[in-house]
């Protein structure tokens, strides 16, 4: 982690280019970069929204658009609105899936890598009926 905000919207990390993550030719794996982001939208997320939510990673694609022979960043970012906009939601339609775009950047903010991660946001109380239902009809 490079930083966070106290309230956890903004979550900033840094990947250094080494040997442990440099390929054949010099740059930095792509799985490096996948694996780096992978669990904070969620961990993010559950820790914003609290007890009553479920949140699951359920897909990421990630778009490679040059090498990474430097440090690459990103930023976590879940504004005040796009957390009210998720809670109404949920209210209305108990389960939802949500897009966040990420890109993977120099420090000057050449684009290495394009992210979309998918989240499943529900109610814990829906989350757990439908559980139950499912295990019931198994």
Not at 7 to 19: A, D, Q, W
Not at 101 to 119: I, M, P
Request: net charge positive.
């Amino acid at each position: 982690m490079k930083a966070v905000t106290p309230n956890l919207h903004v979550v900033k990390i840094e990947i250094p280019l080494s040997f442990k993550n440099r390929n054949y030719v010099g740059s930095m794996f792509g799985g490096s970069m996948q694996s780096a982001t992978d669990p904070i939208y969620m961990i993010q997320l559950l820790a914003i929204l609290g007890e009553k939510y479920v949140v699951w990673d359920k897909a990421a694609t990630i778009r490679y658009k040059q090498p990474a022979r430097e440090k690459v960043y990103a930023t976590f970012e879940f504004t005040k609105d796009e957390i009210e906009d998720i809670k109404v939601r949920i209210s209305l339609e108990h389960e939802i899936d949500i897009v966040k775009q990420l890109n993977l950047v120099s420090q000057e903010g050449k684009v290495f890598a394009e992210l979309d991660k998918t989240l499943y946001v529900a109610s814990k109380a829906y989350y757990k009926k439908k559980r139950e239902k499912k295990v019931k009809n198994n």
